[in-house]
């Protein structure tokens, strides 16, 4: 067998270079990841606030306050506080398939600018809420606008960048969605001391915030000269590819830009097109990244930190300054993957978090098997333990954040010819929100009956996850978005899918070397 997973690079280099322009537009596009970085950092840190659960979850509030007799791992399980959290990411599900066809037909800049409307109005539901009723209202607008968001920033971004950048300017999202958690973490640290029991209303309707700041940036954004060209703007995107490559000559990007885009015109139905044999591996890796992204466990952390670290005995404000801690790990983490994932690839990433967590997931397991066992009650927790928690679960945190966490977004935003790409974003989006409501849903019943056996559920997952990459993910790497079906050509499981007969241009999504002129 063939180098396994492995295509190898050397496809045509377009002339450019990354600009100051580009560098500018993608970080103000990558600010969308902020509303649902935002809101993952903002839900733990509300839903272990005891003047949140009085109000709103009194069953919960007396089940973890007054009844000392409930099991440790049991005192948060409630499926009315879950659906509080959870039902964002059906909301999310169901805006995602809408936000493909904005996307493809309006532009990547409409999709971005109702997410930040939409995200906007849940914020301030949720900050005026004095029913369940207003909360999950709020919740599903923050999804509607999470489901636009993250079906156009992840493209916008990859069509921005020059291949050699596109990986670190794709984790722009990432990072944003890891600083968004951050700042959630220390507004609830803070928000939770005001006197008077209602600053999680600050909480919540601080998510106006980030909506703004994508609301108003995606109304001065230019668009993506793959966006213009698919909408007939062919005279406007390539006056806006000179000026995002820096050069005078485009012509060869430009040109195969406009052969992918006449060729995307001829698909009728992008949904029913995903289907056929040819794109298998793209459909393959839309459904199974995201899927696996979920179940590597981490939104059980992100989600539920201080709630987590609250059940494993650490007090009210030890578990957020705890979380707060995660944050920070996450966003430095992610740092260093913006940094390296263009110098070392995809792969070797994914492989190295893939292992990391595994083992952070099974120590973490065994320390909080060994003090709370079956019955989840461990009396008073030393401060050696407090600490060694902390340290296997920031380590796995790392682990994801510069494997599983940004790649999960950049890898399938970069492999999608354009006559599928808005569609095959929407099943990513999907599937991503799916495992995420389930995840979310079930979690806390699944503490309740699994206890510590819970990190070694997902620690399977991220087992069987680190398999699927090494023999099924090809190198990405530097390779021309225009020129991404090669690595399925050459990859010694895919090939079989992918023929000459499909591509015939060595690679390229078009049928014939046409060229453009006059424009």
């Known amino acids: 067998m063939p180098a396994v997973g492995i295509a190898s690079g050397g ?34 840190g509300v839903t272990s606030m005891d003047s949140f659960l009085k109000k709103f979850f009194p069953s919960v509030y007396r089940k973890k306050e007054l009844d000392k007799s409930t099991n440790q791992y049991c005192q948060y399980d409630s499926q009315t506080l879950t659906m509080f959290t959870s039902s964002l990411y059906l909301a999310a599900l169901m805006a995602s398939v809408v936000a493909a066809t904005v996307t493809r037909k309006f532009g990547r800049k409409l999709s971005m600018f109702f997410g930040g409307v939409l995200f906007c109005a849940g914020a301030i539901i949720n900050g005026a809420a004095h029913a369940v009723w207003m909360l999950i209202l709020g ?29 670190a300017l794709n984790i722009c999202f990432q990072l944003s969605i890891t600083v968004g958690i951050l700042v959630a973490n220390l507004l609830n640290y803070f928000f939770a001391k005001i006197e008077g029991g209602w600053g999680w209303r600050l909480s919540l309707g601080g998510a106006v915030v980030p909506a ?38 485009v012509s060869e990007e430009f040109n195969d830009l406009v052969i992918a885009s006449d060729e995307s015109k001829k698909i009728e139905d992008p949904w029913k097109n995903l289907l056929q044999r040819k794109y298998r591996p793209q459909l393959c890796m839309a459904i199974l990244i995201p899927f696996f992204q979920q179940l590597t466990g981490i939104n059980v952390i992100m989600f539920y930190a201080p709630v987590l670290f609250n059940t ?26 913006m940094y390296g994932v263009d110098k070392w690839g995809r792969r070797k990433f994914f492989l190295e978090g893939g292992t990391q967590m595994l083992i952070c997931q099974i120590v973490v397991a065994a320390c909080i098997g060994a003090k709370f066992g079956l019955d989840g009650n461990a009396g008073n927790l030393p401060k050696w333990y407090a600490i060694v928690v902390v340290v296997f679960i ?10 599983w966490g940004p790649l999960g977004w950049l890898v399938p935003s970069e492999i999608f010819p354009l006559e599928i790409r808005s569609a095959a974003q929407s099943i990513n989006v999907s599937v991503n929100m799916i495992f995420t409501f389930i995840v979310a849903q079930v979690f806390l019943t699944m503490l309740c009956h699994l206890k510590f056996g819970l990190f070694i559920f997902f620690a399977f997952f991220v087992c069987v996850m680190s398999v699927f990459v090494y023999f099924f993910l090809p190198e990405t790497k530097g390779i021309p978005i225009e020129e991404m079906s090669r690595v399925w050509k050459q990859h010694w499981y895919w090939k079989r899918f992918v023929t000459d007969e499909d591509y015939p241009n060595d690679g390229y999504e078009m049928s014939k070397p046409t060229i453009v002129t006059n424009v």
């Open 11 to 44: 496809g045509k280099e377009y002339a450019g270079k990354l600009t100051g322009y580009v560098l500018v537009t993608c970080i103000i596009a990558a600010m969308g990841g902020l509303i649902f970085g935002y809101d993952i950092g903002i839900s733990g």
């Open 139 to 167: 919740r599903i607008l923050l999804g509607f606008g999470i489901g636009f968001s993250n079906q156009s920033v992840p493209l916008y971004l990859s069509e921005m960048a020059p291949s050699k950048s596109r990986g």
């Open 212 to 249: 703004l700041i994508i609301t108003v940036g995606s109304l001065i954004l230019p668009d993506t000269p793959n966006s213009m060209i698919e909408r007939g703007q062919h005279e406007e995107a390539k006056t806006q590819l000179r000026r995002i490559r820096g050069v005078d000559d």
């Open 312 to 337: 494993i005995g650490f007090g009210s404000d030890a578990s957020l300054i705890s979380a707060v801690i995660t944050g920070l790990v996450n966003v430095a983490a992610t740092i260093v993957s």
């Open 394 to 403: 920031c380590t796995y945190v790392a682990g994801f954040a510069w494997s």
